[in-house]
Antibody, heavy 117, light 106 residues
Framework: QVQLQESGPGLVKPSETLSLTCSVS????????WTWIRQTPGERPEWIGH???????NYNPFLESRVTMSLDSSRYQFSLKLRSVTAADTAVYYC???????????WGPGILLTVSS | DIQMTQSPPSLSASVGDRVTITCQAS??????LNWYQQKPGKPPKVLIY???SLEIGVTLKFRGSGSGTHFTLTINSLQPEDVATYYC?????????FGQGTRLEI
């Protein structure tokens, strides 16, 4: 049974750095793209980026200047750092597994991140 | 970025009905399209991948079709548990993008 679980603070102050971790169980780290997606309530999901098992990354150009993703294969975890957050970054953040060409076939339950002083 | 436009934005139907949701891409994406179902407070769940392939474990009542710029998701024999928002998502080119969603009510 593949499971993903996000963890991190629920509240971050403006201008600070958001750090989230996704723990993966039931699946190998290889052969997939480990992905972060966020969603503001009532809006469409927004792809943030992904990281492969080799550490290769692709980011959404809209966020690329503020995003860093990393992968710790030995711990079956991957992480997201988003710098200089503003209220516009308030959203539910999901980690997901990208399979094949790409389809997001497994998702974490999501973590609500609020940016507020 | 490739823009994905869904219609209608919302849809009301009755139990047992068949409904169709459309998704239009701003450029040719071949069959690089997935469909997801999202219920309140839950992450999206994949229904269809590669435009017309049914995800393992998903009921045959869901059917996807289309290629190029025009795609459809058909849901047969509507049931109360189908109440959700449905999203299309393209993976032809980065950044991957989603449609704005179609809210289905029964």
């Amino acid at each position: 049974q593949v499971q993903l679980q996000e963890s991190g603070p629920g509240l971050v102050k403006p201008s600070e750095t958001l750090s989230l971790t996704c723990s993966v169980s039931g699946a190998p780290i290889s052969d997939y793209l480990w992905t972060w997606i966020r969603q503001t309530p009532g809006e469409r999901p927004e792809w943030i980026g992904h990281i492969s098992h080799s550490g290769s990354t692709n980011y959404n150009p809209f966020l690329e200047s503020r995003v860093t993703m990393s992968l710790d294969s030995s711990r079956y975890q991957f992480s997201l750092k988003l710098r200089s957050v503003t209220a516009a970054d308030t959203a539910v953040y999901y980690c997901a597994r990208g399979r094949g060409q790409i389809v997001f076939d497994y998702w974490g339950p999501g973590i609500l991140l609020t940016v507020s002083s | 970025d490739i823009q994905m436009t869904q219609s209608p934005p919302s849809l009301s139907a009755s139990v047992g009905d068949r409904v169709t949701i459309t998704c239009q891409a701003s450029q040719d994406i071949s069959d690089s399209l997935n469909w997801y179902q999202q219920k309140p407070g839950k992450p999206p769940k994949v229904l269809i991948y590669d435009a017309s392939s049914l995800e393992i474990g998903v009921t045959l009542k869901f059917r996807g079709s289309g290629s190029g710029t025009h795609f459809t998701l058909t849901i047969n024999s509507l049931q109360p548990e189908d109440v959700a928002t449905y999203y299309c998502q393209q993976y032809d080119s980065l950044p991957y993008t989603f449609g704005q969603g179609t809210r289905l009510e029964i």
